[in-house]
């Protein structure tokens, strides 16, 4: 199957104020997953005890935060994540972000992935919970 990284198929999983979630599961045992954050928006942040995923920022610059570090990103960025480690992607601008994931499946609804519960706080252009910036 020949997807482009601009669409990768599949169907929308998720549609809300804070992003949309688009997954392709053609595969047995991965997902391609596009996330279209929307301007001032933050993921809630999570981390996997036995999944790595891999990041590829496909359009406009944020903040992506790798457990107590936070770097910026910007469109051709790619950020390996190693099991375990928490991360989180802000998109701190006016402008869409958008990113494809790749990640070893799993089910969306069981908690394989661990949210991580933080105090609000102000960012530059309003709230996105706990992060340090670089």
């Known amino acids: 199957m020949k ?7 599949g169907e929308i999983t998720k549609d809300n104020e804070t992003y949309t ?6 595969l047995n045992n991965l997902t391609l997953s596009s996330t279209f954050l929307k ?32 770097m910026p990103i910007e469109t051709g960025d790619v950020i390996l994540i190693p ?10 601008t ?3 972000l958008e ?11 069981s908690d394989t992935a661990k949210y991580q519960i933080d105090e609000e706080i102000s960012g530059p252009n309003g709230a996105y919970g706990v992060w340090e910036k670089w």
Do not use: W
């Open 83 to 92: 099991a375990g480690k928490f991360h989180r992607v802000i998109n701190d």
């Open 94 to 96: 006016d402008e869409m």
């Open 21 to 26: 979630l688009q997954d392709n599961n053609f």
């Open 99 to 109: 990113f494809v994931c790749v990640f070893q499946k799993y089910d969306r609804s």
């Open 39 to 70: 301007p001032n928006q933050s993921t809630r942040g999570h981390s996997h005890d036995d999944l790595e995923e891999v990041y590829f920022i496909t359009k406009g610059i944020g903040v992506m935060v790798l457990g107590d570090t936070s």
């Open 3 to 9: 997807v482009n990284i601009k669409n990768v198929g």
